[in-house]
């Protein structure tokens, strides 16, 4: 077969075949030769080590064992049902275990052959076994090309092993696609590059990445390979913002008016703080060049973020635009309303609320005002995008706590002008450096890094079950002393009934300690209907009930001054932003706040870390960077929806070093050489044209 290359389809390679090529393409979404090198192990087992049985115990991560299959018996009943080998050293015997491909090893697993195995040692009654270990025939694995101390291990599935493809198969699939195409594999890089940040070739390092002589020649392939995925990303990210600020035209605001200075002198009721007004400046600087905005400003919980968001808005009025802003929830929708409504005042402009409660007489008042330009600025929920729902000249859009909104409703907005409007994204979720260059490459970011003046900082500790009189008593203290308490309960995401359950377990017990007519209590919960839920909201915002006690629709930008205790119910169920946005819920007045985590006695240790940094600080950055770190990016709040972290080798939590490095490269690049029309550069406009042409809506905002 002639001419194979990274782009000719799977089935091309020998060995490979129609068949195999659709369970390939279906369980691994490998289409092509180049998507196959780039399915890269996931793990390399050092040949050189090997565990005895007998020295093997249960806190091993993992244990190679070489040795002997000595039996194969079928065990159980139906669920129970699962075949167990017996597995021998000189040193000792072990059980094998699975319970899944049952009829399937029975007829591959060669008794009385020595196997090399891996898997994770467990204890059970006394002995130790092992679960689905992976198995290779110590004959095969002898044979292996060249002379690899590092093996590597791919992951594969049931249904890829019946044809095959096991980790040897896929093996075995790489050597012949590296065969077939090795020479004509480009390097992708500029040659300057790979000498400035000490890279090896791209082919040798898919050669070494698949096929380890040693470790140090796998290390240089991983760090080349990570170098590259990212560089891409940055180049993609980076060329989408510079097609940006030249392909769309932004409205041009090149006044700050009446409307801006009637508020900034005579009703703003707090300076502003340093980090707000650098914002502002930010904004005012954005909205005055002639291109579009797209601008992400991330503020801690209670860092003043609306204030910012309003006078934005404001200077759009001033150059006769309007504005919206819009929320996740209704409650916030109509918190921010209110509140906006408040600091602004009945006469510097016309503002008004859009939700899906919204009735419908009033609704279409809305709409009129919104054509005929006669209303200012609205505030909504997802509402505002509906495309009945059209403005005269908008100019300004504001979306607050921006990862509940889906890429496509965000591009709606940027629909509703023929120039789109200057976007600001709001989100209290810090986010970690590596994955705000990543995430949002393609953004300007402010950060508002400085808390209002005269802010207590909340002291938070953590409590087990066996301290809650405790608690009582000093939320009796604390109501007392006329203040508001906030008592969460973990929402279930797996089963509402749950998440109920613990709500109302909770709250017998806290009717009994906190009776009528002295104390009064409201419940707000996911499973209520919106009126009663606000109905609810609203008494402890006014302060007719002292004790509030909810689940997680509290969490979001909720404003109540006067609450200054947050309690936690198993607190160890929630995820560590989460904590951090409810803390954000108190400490919003003059007083002292508290953050009290309550947690069971059984803590993982993962748990225990997640309480531990809430107690030690309150700076929601740090505490982002740790979450990083326990998660990973694609469990963070806020990357879910996000392509752009599917990565195939590179690891947002731990590479940061090289991402600053691509990030600094490209940034150089553009910087030097805008058009990349250098001869150097010729390699990454093609890959631009070819894999990224122009812009998607979708990409943008
Ligand atoms: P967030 O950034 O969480 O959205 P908010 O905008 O809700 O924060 O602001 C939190 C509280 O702080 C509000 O009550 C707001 O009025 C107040 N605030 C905002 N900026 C300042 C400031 N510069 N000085 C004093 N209080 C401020
Ligand atoms: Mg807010």
Same mark, same amino acid.
């Given at each position: 077969m002639a001419n194979l290359s990274l782009i000719t389809p799977i089935e091309y390679l020998k060995g490979v075949g129609p068949q195999k090529a659709d369970v390939i393409k279906k369980e %691994? +979404?490998?289409?092509t030769i180049g998507d196959l090198l780039q399915y890269y192990p996931f793990r390399y087992i050092d040949r050189t080590k090997f565990h005895k049985i007998r020295q093997?115990?249960? &806190? %091993?991560i993992g244990a190679q064992i070489l040795g002997r299959l000595i039996s194969l018996k079928e065990v159980g009943e139906r669920r129970g049902k699962r075949l167990v080998a017996q597995f021998r050293d000189e040193t000792g015997t072990m059980e094998l275990v699975w319970f899944q491909s049952i009829p399937w090893l029975k007829k591959s697993l060669k008794i009385g052959s020595p196997y090399i195995i891996y898997g994770k040692p467990v204890e059970f009654n006394g002995a130790i076994s092992m679960t689905h270990p992976e198995m290779e025939l110590y004959s095969s694995a002898e044979k292996k090309?060249? @002379?690899? =101390?590092m093996q590597p291990v791919y992951s594969s599935t049931e249904k890829l092993k019946k044809f095959n493809l096991d980790t040897k198969g896929i093996q075995k699939l790489q050597q012949t696609a590296l065969e077939a195409v090795y020479n004509g594999i480009e390097e992708l890089l500029p040659a300057y590059i790979l000498q400035k940040h000490n890279l090896i070739g791209h082919k040798e390092a898919l050669l070494a990445i698949h096929f380890p002589q040693n470790v140090n020649e796998l290390n240089a392939a991983i760090r080349r390979l990570k170098f590259e995925e990212l560089f891409f990303i940055q180049l993609r990210l980076l060329r989408n913002k510079q097609l940006n600020t030249q392909k769309f035209k932004g409205h041009r605001f090149d006044k700050v008016g009446d409307r801006f200075n009637a508020f900034f002198n005579e009703r703003l009721p707090f300076p502003l703080t340093n980090a707000q007004k650098r914002v502002i400046k930010e904004i005012r600087q954005d909205t005055n060049t002639g291109a579009q905005m797209n601008r992400l400003v991330q503020g801690d919980v209670? *860092?003043?973020?609306t204030v910012v968001a309003l006078m934005s808005m404001l200077i759009a009025l001033d150059n006769g635009f309007q504005a919206c802003m819009m929320a996740p929830t209704e409650i916030l929708a109509t918190q921010h309303y209110n509140g906006l409504k408040e600091l602004i005042g009945e006469d510097i402009c016309s503002i008004k609320l859009l939700t899906g409660s919204t009735p419908t007489k009033e609704r279409r008042l809305i709409h009129q005002g919104l054509e005929d330009g006669s209303l200012d600025i609205l505030i909504g929920t997802h509402? +505002?995008?509906? &495309?009945?729902?059209?403005?005269? @000249?908008?100019?300004f859009v504001v979306i607050d706590e921006?990862?509940?909104?889906?890429v496509e409703q965000r591009a709606k907005l940027w629909r509703k002008n023929v120039v789109p409007p200057h976007m600001l994204v709001m989100t209290a979720t810090p986010i970690p450096r590596t994955l705000a260059m990543t995430l949002y490459g393609d953004l300007d970011i402010s950060i508002i890094d400085e808390l209002p003046a005269g802010r207590k900082p909340i002291k938070t500790v953590h409590f087990f079950e066996n301290q809650r009189l405790r608690v009582f008593g000093f939320i009796r203290e604390e109501v007392t002393k006329g203040r508001q308490v906030y008592i969460v309960y973990p929402l279930i995401k797996e089963s509402e009934k749950m998440d109920l359950l613990y709500l109302e377990a909770g709250l017998e017990g806290l009717m009994r300690e906190f009776p009528l007519p002295q104390y009064h209590i409201s419940i707000v919960h996911g499973k209520m209907p919106v009126k009663d839920k606000d109905f609810e909201m609203q008494r402890f915002v006014k302060g007719e009930t002292q004790i509030m006690v909810a689940t =997680?629709?509290?969490?979001?930008?909720v404003n109540v001054p006067n609450a200054s205790v947050m309690i936690i119910e @198993?607190?160890?169920?929630?995820?560590l932003s989460q904590l951090h946005q409810l803390r954000g819920?108190? #400490?919003?007045?003059a007083e002292q706040s508290f953050c009290i985590l309550m947690s069971g006695d059984k803590l993982s240790k993962e748990g225990r870390k997640r309480l531990d940094t809430m107690v030690r600080t309150n700076d929601g950055f740090e505490i982002a960077e740790v979450d990083l770190e326990l998660? #990973?990016?694609? &469990? %963070? *709040? #806020? =990357?879910?929806? *996000?392509?752009?972290?599917?990565?195939?080798?590179?690891d947002l939590a731990k590479d940061q070093a090289i991402l600053s490095e691509a990030r600094s490269r490209v940034i150089e690049i553009f910087k030097e050489d805008p058009q990349l029309l250098a001869p150097q550069h010729q390699q990454l406009s093609i890959y631009l044209n070819q894999r990224a042409p122009g812009i998607s809506w979708d990409k943008i905002s």
């Open positions: %691994l +979404l490998i289409f093997v115990h249960a &806190d %091993l090309v060249g @002379n690899m =101390t209670g *860092s003043g973020k509402a +505002l995008i509906e &495309d009945k729902v059209k403005f005269k @000249n908008i100019g921006q990862h509940r909104f889906g =997680t629709v509290i969490e979001v930008g @198993n607190s160890e169920r929630f995820g819920r108190v #400490g919003r007045g998660r #990973g990016p694609g &469990d %963070l *709040s #806020g =990357t879910q929806q *996000s392509g752009v972290l599917e990565m195939k080798i590179a």
